[in-house]
């Protein structure tokens, strides 16, 4: 249980300092020109580029997702050798 909270507060503490450096960085050289979040690209979506932006996202996670539904059809039956030398292989299905 001690390392599951000592993971925990690590993993915390990685994002706040991954977080610190690029808004420290804001506040000494771009603060006066842009907010924070305009800084790093989050911008409105404006509702005439919905259509845009949308389709193409939607049609990305559909290929996406048929192609890993065939990889997997594919892979039917094929188990793992890490765990087949162990003597616990796991099939897919």
């Given at each position: 249980?001690?390392?599951f909270i ?28 842009s ?12 509702k ?11 049609g ?6 048929l192609?890993?539904?065939?990889i997997?059809?594919?892979l039917k039956?094929v ?8 003597n616990i ?5």
């Amino acid at each position: 249980m001690e390392l599951f909270i000592a993971k925990i507060v690590s993993s915390f503490l990685e994002i706040i300092l991954a977080a610190a450096i690029p808004f420290l960085y804001w506040i000494f050289t771009e603060r006066k020109q842009s907010t924070f979040l305009n800084w790093l690209g989050f911008k409105k979506v404006s509702k005439h580029d919905f259509k845009r932006f949308f389709v193409p996202v939607l049609g990305m996670i559909l290929l996406f997702s048929l192609a890993s539904f065939f990889i997997l059809l594919r892979l039917k039956g094929v188990s793992t050798q890490s765990l087949k030398d162990c003597n616990i292989g796991v099939d897919i299905w």
